[in-house]
């Protein structure tokens, strides 16, 4: 029997083949909230929680000297479970390693060189959450994702797709350095300038697996950039909550069709809508709903007859943003024009609205109205699907019927679709990315490795399911006709299978599906030649979900 001295100052036994399974009654930990499949093996032989550089780096170099993989876990989001591994690999919790004061910081020196911007020091142990709220108490702002409990660490690496993707681009877009440990345990300072090809790879290659990365260096946008009430330029936004309908669905989505198709459209714009099954926990996200609870529960009575004291229906939901780029660019009739037709849903659905509100206010504080802030969206079990499309002509096509006769089959109540109707919960979010002037588009040759930013529209189709096989078999079966709608020749949506990392599904073994994540063989082998260098061992290669090495 060996030891090794845990991080939080207890002694675990370790046998060398395999690591004892152990795990620690006085923290809350999680392999991760994935969607992995049965034969993944997400239970790591020894969970650590360091405290420090010196922690991992004991850590990265026992792992070396025994044989053992490491993983890296910051939030647990990473929806393959590619952030824990097996029995025979040691999983890094970071969750509470940097949370220190000086983890979280707006540097003082110059800022960014190239684009003027304030520089923010964070640390990957913190959640998007504490992240929005600490820009906010400084008047800052990045684009990032919508779910409060994600964490900074893989987040960064995957892109930090957002609701501010056409305005600003992905929060990867905007790292500017990466402090990092590598194999040998020696920290590094990582930017553009000083190890070009290291960076690409890092941001938008294979995350988890060239190092544990400790904190980014992330340039910021000021309020005061993007807000001039003295002109009237203001960021507006709109949230707009419904009852499940599929007129509404529709309606809302012939939008984002005729957004996506359009590629003069103005980077201002961005747009995303959502649909949520029934007993989605609504009050956090929209929880300004949380002052009117009596008022929108006989609305709902009213309009379906569902009790609302005991069950949220299922709803339908829009963000709607508008920001302006300088004092010159003012709200005009015609940008009020694209607000007003989602407001006239307010009146023309009259019924079915639950919340039409419009939102002025500093981009700081606009950015926490996009956030959900409950950990997953159902206690379940789920299969996921995120399908990109370059496509400019879905306004033409048939889309927008076939989601919708899609999604319509588990939604409503249906003695047709009975059983996946009460074994099936959707979490559905579609959104515009493309246009000429868009910058998730703009910024595709920025030294970063996010792929298919040619991308007009990002649909991510989550179908949880209660925890039996007739569940998950309802789940894969309707997951099963989406990917014949979605992808192939004959696709009113994308010919292609294009997937983003953050929302990996299916197959886990990176060198079979590829494809479906790299734009060509020579991107995806330019990253496999730094996992070589950065992973000669196989030490951060804790499971198939990573690029390749590739020797030289």
Same mark, same amino acid.
């Given at each position: 029997?060996?030891?090794?001295?845990?991080?939080?100052g207890?002694?675990?036994?370790?046998?060398?083949?395999?690591?004892?399974?152990?795990?620690?009654?006085?923290?809350?930990?999680?392999?991760?909230?994935?969607s992995?499949?049965?034969?993944?093996d997400?239970?790591?032989g020894?969970?650590a929680?360091?405290?420090?550089?010196?922690?991992?780096?004991?850590?990265?170099?026992?792992a070396k $000297? !025994?044989?053992?993989?490491?993983?890296?876990?910051s +939030? #647990?989001?990473?929806?393959?479970?590619?952030?824990? *591994? =097996?029995?025979?690999?040691i999983?890094?919790?970071?969750r509470?390693?940097?949370?220190?004061?000086?983890?979280l910081v707006?540097?003082p020196q110059l800022?960014?060189?190239?684009?003027?911007?304030?520089?923010v020091?964070?640390s990957?142990?913190h959640?998007?959450?504490?992240?929005?709220?600490?820009?906010?108490?400084?008047?800052?702002?990045?684009?990032?994702?919508q779910?409060t409990d994600v964490?900074?660490?893989?987040?960064?690496?995957?892109?930090?797709?957002?609701?501010?993707a056409?305005?600003?681009?992905?929060?990867?877009d905007?790292?500017?350095?990466i402090?990092?440990?590598?194999?040998?345990?020696?920290?590094?300072?990582?930017?553009?300038? $000083? !190890?070009?090809?290291?960076?690409?790879?890092?941001? +938008? #290659?294979?995350?988890?697996?060239?190092?544990?990365? *400790? =904190?980014?260096?992330?340039?910021?946008?000021?309020?005061?950039?993007?807000?001039?009430?003295?002109?009237?330029?203001?960021?507006h936004g709109?949230?707009?909550?419904?009852l499940?309908?599929?007129?509404?669905?529709?309606?809302?989505?012939?939008?984002?069709?005729a957004m996506?198709?359009d590629?003069?459209?103005?980077?201002?714009?961005d747009?995303?809508?959502?649909?949520?099954?029934s007993s989605f926990?609504?009050?956090?996200?929209?929880p300004?709903?949380?002052?009117?609870r009596?008022?929108?529960r006989?609305?709902?009575?009213?309009?379906?007859?569902?009790?609302?004291?005991?069950?949220?229906?299922?709803?339908?939901?829009?963000?709607?943003?508008w920001?302006?780029?300088s004092?010159e660019?003012?709200?005009?009739?015609?940008v009020d024009?694209?607000?007003q037709?989602?407001?006239?849903?307010?009146?023309f659905?009259?019924y079915?609205?639950i919340h039409?509100?419009?939102?002025?206010?500093?981009?700081?504080?606009?950015?926490?109205?996009?956030?959900?802030t409950?950990?997953?969206?159902?206690?379940?079990?789920?299969e996921k699907?995120?399908y990109?499309?370059?496509?400019?002509?879905?306004?033409?096509?048939k889309?927008v019927?076939?989601?919708?006769?899609?999604?319509?089959?588990?939604?409503p109540?249906?003695?047709k679709?009975?059983?996946?109707?009460?074994n099936?919960?959707?979490s559905?979010q579609?959104?515009?990315?493309?246009?000429?002037?868009?910058?998730y588009?703009?910024n595709?040759?920025?030294?970063?490795?996010?792929?298919?930013?040619?991308?007009?529209?990002?649909?991510?189709?989550?179908?949880f399911?209660?925890?039996?096989?007739k569940?998950?078999?309802?789940?894969?079966?309707?997951q099963?006709?989406?990917?014949?709608?979605?992808?192939?020749?004959n696709s009113?949506?994308?010919?292609?299978?294009?997937?983003v990392?953050?929302a990996?599904?299916?197959?886990?073994?990176?060198d079979?599906?590829w494809?479906?994540?790299?734009e060509?063989?020579?991107k995806?082998e330019?990253?496999?030649?730094q996992?070589?260098?950065?992973?000669p061992?196989?030490?951060f290669?804790?499971?198939?979900?990573?690029?390749?090495a590739?020797?030289?």
């Open positions: 029997m060996e030891t090794i001295q845990d991080f939080t207890l002694q675990y036994p370790l046998t060398k083949d395999p690591i004892q399974r152990k795990t620690y009654d006085d923290h809350n930990v999680e392999y991760a909230t994935s992995h499949q049965k034969d993944h997400m239970f790591p020894l969970i929680m360091p405290k420090n550089d010196d922690d991992i780096i004991r850590a990265i170099k026992y $000297s !025994n044989g053992y993989a490491v993983s890296v876990m +939030g #647990g989001h990473q929806y393959s479970g590619a952030c824990s *591994t =097996h029995g025979k690999g999983q890094l919790n970071l509470l390693t940097y949370k220190a004061p000086q983890d707006v540097l800022p960014a060189p190239d684009s003027n911007r304030p520089l020091y964070a990957v142990s959640s998007l959450g504490e992240f929005n709220t600490f820009l906010k108490q400084n008047k800052l702002f990045v684009p990032h994702g779910c964490h900074l660490g893989g987040h960064g690496q995957t892109g930090g797709y957002g609701q501010l056409r305005a600003f681009g992905l929060l990867g905007h790292i500017w350095g402090r990092m440990i590598d194999h040998s345990g020696e920290v590094k300072e990582v930017t553009k300038k $000083s !190890n070009p090809e290291l960076f690409y790879a890092i941001t +938008g #290659g294979s995350p988890g697996n060239f190092g544990i990365i *400790t =904190h980014w260096t992330i340039e910021a946008h000021r309020d005061q950039d993007h807000d001039f009430p003295e002109t009237g330029a203001r960021p709109f949230k707009g909550l419904w499940y309908n599929e007129t509404v669905l529709k309606l809302l989505l012939n939008e984002v069709a996506a198709d590629l003069e459209m103005p980077r201002n714009f747009l995303c809508c959502s649909v949520l099954s926990p609504i009050f956090k996200l929209v300004e709903l949380d002052e009117n009596g008022k929108i006989q609305l709902i009575e009213d309009a379906i007859g569902v009790d609302a004291h005991t069950k949220w229906p299922a709803c339908v939901v829009l963000y709607a943003q920001v302006p780029m004092a660019d003012l709200y005009t009739k015609e024009a694209w607000f037709k989602f407001r006239n849903l307010d009146s659905l009259k079915w609205c039409a509100g419009n939102i002025v206010k500093p981009m700081s504080q606009m950015t926490g109205e996009w956030l959900f409950n950990p997953r969206e159902f206690d379940h079990p789920y699907r995120t990109m499309t370059n496509s400019t002509t879905l306004a033409k096509g889309w019927d076939q989601v919708s006769d899609q999604i319509n089959q588990v939604i109540p249906s003695l679709h009975f059983d996946l109707w009460t099936c919960f959707l559905i579609i959104q515009a990315m493309g246009g000429k002037y868009s910058q588009f703009a595709r040759n920025n030294g970063t490795a996010y792929s298919w930013r040619d991308s007009t529209v990002c649909q991510d189709l989550d179908c399911h209660v925890e039996s096989d569940g998950r078999e309802l789940a894969l079966g309707w099963a006709a989406n990917d014949k709608l979605m992808v192939g020749e009113a949506y994308s010919k292609k299978d294009k997937r990392l953050w990996s599904y299916g197959d886990w073994n990176m079979k599906v494809p479906t994540y790299y060509d063989r020579e995806y330019r990253i496999g030649r996992r070589y260098l950065a992973d061992q196989g030490t290669t804790p499971n198939p979900f990573c690029v390749k590739v020797k030289h």
